[in-house]
């Protein structure tokens, strides 16, 4: 009988313990993030924005997508593969051949923002993109924190982005 008290009394422990690792982490992370990520693209700005605009073949180069679904000229849904929900972006400046940014909600806890800015080069453009986000609840900051990357996928975007427009002929 005493063992029974000693290993309910340490799962009762262990339980606490991590309830109050719950509330520590999530008081730790900030709720918002921001980077920025800058990559050469061998092609025109016109062409870059294009392939930009052209939401409804996301799917066929960026291979984290099962879809999209274009609601009107500014306003899409994506579908990421293994996410819960979809994203919904809104088209919110835009200002070719310099500057375009889109706002973004997954749920009622993730927000986010995108800018993209394009200076000429001797080559083709640079593309200066940079994404924040917010996010409203403890559980959503602690999953995003733990098991999504944004950095890296907006990194993995552009790369792919920059694939997509320089094997498409000018």
Same mark, same amino acid.
Request: proline share 4%; hydrophobic share 40%; with cysteine.
């Given at each position: ?35 920025? #990520?800058?990559?050469?693209? #061998? ?114 975007? #552009? ?12």
């Amino acid at each position: 009988m005493k063992i029974l008290g000693y290993i309910i009394a340490f799962i009762g422990i262990l339980a606490l313990a991590c309830v109050i690792g719950f509330f520590i982490a999530g008081a730790i992370i900030p709720d918002s993030r921001s980077f920025t #990520n800058e990559i050469e693209i #061998n092609a025109s700005p016109e062409n870059v924005w294009a392939v930009i605009n052209d939401k409804a073949r996301y799917a066929e180069w960026q291979t984290l997508l099962d879809k999209v679904e274009v609601t009107d000229d500014k306003h899409w849904i994506e579908y990421p593969k293994n996410s819960p929900e979809p994203l919904k972006f809104m088209l919110a400046t835009d200002e070719r051949p310099s500057k375009m940014e889109f706002h973004y909600t997954m749920g009622k806890d993730f927000a986010g923002h995108w800018k993209g800015e394009i200076t000429p080069t001797a080559t083709g453009v640079k593309l200066k993109t940079t994404d924040s986000y917010t996010t409203d609840g403890t559980l959503t900051k602690l999953l995003i924190y733990a098991f999504f990357d944004m950095e890296n996928f907006a990194k993995d975007w #552009n790369s792919k982005l920059k694939t997509r427009v320089e094997s498409l002929k000018e």
